[in-house]
């Protein structure tokens, strides 16, 4: 796949942004990715030539971030979160069915390559609104069988985020306390 | 009163995130202010005057960090910590997603007090949804006049790049943050220098929080003074406390700092779910100590909790039912400090890989006696030894536990499975 002229644009508007050009890595790196849903090689030495820095030096920044996928993944990427705050909420349960519902397990991509799902460690700032999860960068929290059913079911079918509709499509539940907020926009 | 809003007093108003809603309730008032009535140097000491201290978990008075900005050194940074990842918090977030003009104006009276013309906002990058949302506010705001060049017709000129991160909890380590921006791998520097000093670019920098910027609109508006005004003797104005685990109503609340915790935990979480009592919380987040019961009436007020040996850190509330396993729990903030470790120095590369595998065999009733006993030898070995606070922290949640909960650790050894777990399945197989 070649990288589209769009992308290198953007990476030379994310370096124009910036003080200083190597700046503009963790962001170049993130349009390679929407276009290539990878860090792809190519995309690597593109973005070290338009920001005029060492291949090396893009290569370290990629494989440190556990955002940067370094191989593609599915055409959706899930994680759950089963953290202490969520763990408490019974987040190892909603791995389980959610494992049961992919039939495959963490850490792996599913035969259809509709999903490549993990259980994570890392907190992803949706403890007040446990078991949850997060699809494509989008937050989807207070979950229950029936409402992972129902996800899993609409986002398997759509295609991929650097495919289809630009993101975000869905805005995320209202955060905060007791009281949901009206919706924005 | 129980409740004390300030920061979230608009939240709910539809179209809040949008500029026209925010400037009819007042929005960019305390800017327009700042401008017109102080120069930076009034504005800095007005926020000395405020006693507001940092809301990113150490607890720094802000205007004393500020001011340890070196004179006539230019250009100069101003940098958002918005990389909230800390096990617990959510009130970054909650703050982006229902007001982000209220952040992006207490970054400019910032900047304008610092003298910065640029200004970043560090978002994680699992924040993706709050990231446009800021992303739209800031190009709002810039053609409304209030970024860009001569803001308001002053000579005041800042730009404000909002720059998202890429899943790093390090990054919200304040020079991991800066090394991050610059376009490194989000790997500490060794304080000093301090970044106030030597930050970004190698030029004076400082780093505040999102709820500490939320603040300096209300402060500008009101006063220095009348801040002073809300709150404890030594934690003025209010924070918001992200509640979690085991209450009826988790959530994020904003209480006036000094109220007692059952404040917070009766009245807003609506106490412990399912009827169940009280078995321990943690307060600050994923790093601080445990507390017990005993200690639900302590007030939230900075200095009180850690005279009671853990921290408010960076307002978090995470409460835990009597059918909770303590060993359990430290498992997972083992494990999360494992993951997030950066690699760079050994005790905290090492050590969190030891903690992590001797927490594992302890939860599942696989370790011995002599293994568990090398857990203080562990952390000792971590704490205060790590380049920078993510190791030290690393070790502060379990050895709380295990000093407070040590019947329950020992009873694990050698049991072959999770005793506290073994008893919840018994009780509910008898219910």
Redesign the interface.
């Given at each position: 796949m070649t990288l589209s002229a769009e992308v290198r644009q953007a990476i030379q508007r994310h370096k124009d942004r910036y003080p200083h050009p190597k700046s503009a890595i963790l962001p170049a790196l993130w349009e390679v990715q929407h276009a290539e849903a990878y860090v792809s090689p190519e995309g690597m030495r593109l973005v070290a030539e338009v920001l005029g820095v060492a291949a090396s030096d893009v290569q370290g920044v990629a494989t440190f971030y556990s955002m940067y996928f370094q191989k593609p993944p599915g055409r959706h990427s899930l994680l759950v979160c089963v953290n202490a705050a969520c763990a408490l909420r019974g987040a190892d349960e909603t791995a389980a069915y959610i494992e049961r519902k992919l039939g495959t397990p963490p850490g792996t991509t599913t035969a259809d390559g509709a999903f490549t799902w993990d259980a994570t460690i890392e907190c992803l700032g949706g403890c007040g609104y446990a078991p949850m999860m997060q699809i494509d960068h989008h937050f989807h929290e207070n979950l229950t069988p029936d409402k992972i059913d129902h996800i899993l079911e609409r986002v398997g079918g759509e295609p991929a985020p650097h495919e289809g509709h630009a993101a975000p499509s869905t805005p995320s539940a209202p955060s905060g306390g007791g009281k949901p907020p009206k919706r924005r926009r | 009163m129980a409740e004390y809003k300030l920061l979230?007093k608009d939240?709910?108003?539809?179209?809040?995130?949008?500029l026209p809603v925010y400037e009819r309730t007042g929005g960019y008032q305390g800017l327009r202010k700042a401008l017109r009535d102080f120069t930076p140097e009034a504005l800095i000491e007005e926020v000395k005057t405020s006693q507001i201290r940092g809301r990113g978990g150490a607890g720094f008075p802000t205007g004393m960090k500020w001011s340890f900005l070196p004179k006539d050194v230019f250009?100069r940074y101003l940098c958002c910590n918005a990389d909230?990842?800390?096990?617990?918090?959510?009130k970054d977030?909650?703050l982006i997603?229902?007001s982000p003009h209220q952040l992006v104006e207490g970054l400019l009276i910032a900047a304008y007090a610092l003298q910065v013309q640029?200004a970043f906002v560090y978002i994680?990058?699992?924040?993706?949804?709050q990231r446009?949302?800021l992303e739209q506010a800031v190009e709002e705001a810039r053609a409304a006049g209030y970024i860009g060049t001569g803001i308001l017709g002053s000579d005041f000129g800042c730009d404000v790049?909002v720059?998202?991160?890429?899943?790093?909890?390090i990054c919200g380590e304040e020079t991991a943050l800066i090394s991050?921006?610059?376009?490194?791998?989000?790997e500490p520097r060794l304080k000093p220098p301090f970044p106030a000093v030597k930050g970004l670019?190698g030029k004076p920098t400082v780093v505040n929080n999102v709820e500490t910027l939320c603040n300096l609109p209300h402060i500008v508006n009101n006063g220095g003074e009348w801040f002073a005004g809300i709150g404890a003797e030594k934690s003025r104005g209010t924070r918001l406390w992200?509640?979690?685990?085991?209450i009826e109503?988790?959530?994020?609340?904003e209480m006036e700092l000094g109220r007692p915790i059952r404040e917070l935990f009766e009245e807003?979480c609506g106490g412990m779910w399912k009827g169940r009592t009280l078995k321990a919380f943690?307060p600050g987040g994923?790093s601080m100590q445990v507390l017990l019961p005993e200690h639900i009436d302590l007030p939230l007020d900075m200095d009180a909790v850690m005279k009671a040996g853990s921290s408010l850190g960076a307002g978090?509330m995470?409460f835990?039912d009597e059918t909770?396993c303590l060993v359990?729990?430290s498992m997972?903030?083992v494990?999360?400090y494992q993951?997030?470790s950066?690699g760079k120095c050994a005790p905290c590369r090492e050590g969190t890989y030891f903690e992590s595998d001797l927490m594992h065999k302890l939860e599942a009733g696989r370790a011995t006696a002599e293994e568990l006993a090398t857990l203080t030898d562990i952390c000792d070995n971590m704490n205060g030894k790590c380049f920078c606070p993510l190791g030290d922290t690393a070790t502060w949640f379990v050895m709380s536990a295990y000093k407070a909960f040590r019947d329950e650790f020992e009873s694990h050894v050698g049991a072959g499975q999770c005793p506290v777990q073994a008893r919840n399945r018994a009780a509910s197989v008898a219910a």
């Open positions: - | 979230t939240f709910g108003i539809e179209g809040l995130q949008t250009p909230e990842s800390e096990p617990g918090c959510f977030r909650y997603d229902e640029h994680r990058g699992e924040y993706h949804d446009i949302l790049i720059h998202g991160g890429a899943g790093a909890y991050s921006l610059e376009g490194n791998r989000g670019y992200c509640c979690s685990g085991h109503k988790p959530g994020v609340y807003h943690q994923g978090a995470m835990m909770t359990n729990v997972r903030l494990d999360f993951h997030e950066c």
